[in-house]
């Protein structure tokens, strides 16, 4: 009964995370109706997406746009970057946060996101394996890595299992401290936070 | 920071409703790591919804490939569909639900979501006016005209107001009948429900 494009839509974007057969049924009669422009400018803008790489070293996506060589992303290849520091991050926008805050200088591994049983993929694997052989013929061994998962129950169990696949390859290993928030209030941080400031007084 | 096709992404994505930044950002390194092939096939779906008409008459989409004659639709290109009797109705969905049901054999005129401010935007009444030249031509007056909106106090209200525009043109006026859904039981029943099936009782 639908259009062929319509259900052509629909059987593409109820595949994705967090889109159902019904958001994206909306969705579809949404953009369909925006025009042939708009059509062509969201379709360029998925498109577009193909010539994103992944860096071979640190598994950040990157855009032809600021490609470094030797098929790395811009901060592995920069050379006042300290490669032998880093900060394992569980996705992409965890490593914009922290470069936002422009207080790191080392590098970063993504390791890609945690699946809900808490059980590293075999992706995940690879990849912190991949890191322990880029130190080893660097470095032999990383000054520090911090282990930069969520200060929630599933990061905590996470970080514990990197920490265990890491420890031979690191002189220091860490995670990010806990406290309050800035603009934060004692009254109302709860025991673990406030717990957690405690510990960490300076 | 983010790669520009994604950025590119993320502007076209959030623009789109109940899409926000957040969705589009998960979504554009989604689609990214999918890879080309995956890439290709959700682009040409976004494109391929170009080729999507809207019916001069009804103002349904319909794909090319049940297309009618004369830029209409195949209901209102169809011969055997009672061009006197109209389905006023919401969305395309809710003329493929009753499509759905079979019982149905006149034609609709899609309005357009209602807008929360309850109304008429220009947009829908221009889409009753069409609606009113075209039945003035073919018959001066409908037979019956059913406002099959949503049985909700934003339904009503805008069923008030479509009602208005219609009235000149159209014999009876309908709306669709309240009362238990099938398979509905009494006990749980609201109050409105209910009592709309005690007025309806056959």
Redesign the interface.
């Known amino acids: ?6 259900e ?2 629909i ?3 109820a595949k ?4 159902g057969p019904r ?1 994206a ?9 925006l ?2 422009s708009a ?14 790489r992944i860096c071979v070293r640190c598994f950040l ?6 490609e470094g060589e030797n098929n790395l992303c811009s901060i592995c290849a920069n050379p006042n970057r300290q490669q032998d520091i880093i900060a394992i991050v569980e ?3 965890d490593l ?1 946060s922290i ?2 805050t422009k207080r790191f200088f080392g590098r970063y591994l993504v390791l890609g996101e945690i699946e809900r049983d808490g059980i590293l993929s075999n992706e995940q694997k690879l990849r912190l394996k991949s890191l322990g052989q880029t130190l080893k013929k660097q470095f032999e061994k990383a000054e520090e890595i911090i282990v930069a998962l969520n200060p929630t129950t599933l990061g905590d169990i996470e970080a514990g299992l990197i920490i265990e696949e890491i420890k031979p390859f690191a002189k220091k290993i860490t995670r990010l401290g806990r406290g309050l928030p800035t603009g934060g209030e004692i009254e109302f941080a709860d025991e673990d936070t406030l717990g957690g400031a405690l510990e960490n007084r300076r």
């Open positions: 009964m639908l259009p062929k494009p319509l052509c839509f059987r593409e974007f994705l995370p967090s889109i958001q049924t909306r969705l579809g009669f949404y953009i369909a109706r025009g042939k059509i062509n400018d969201i379709s360029s803008a998925v498109q577009g997406l193909s010539e994103i996506m990157y855009g032809e746009s600021f996705k992409e926008t914009i470069e936002k």
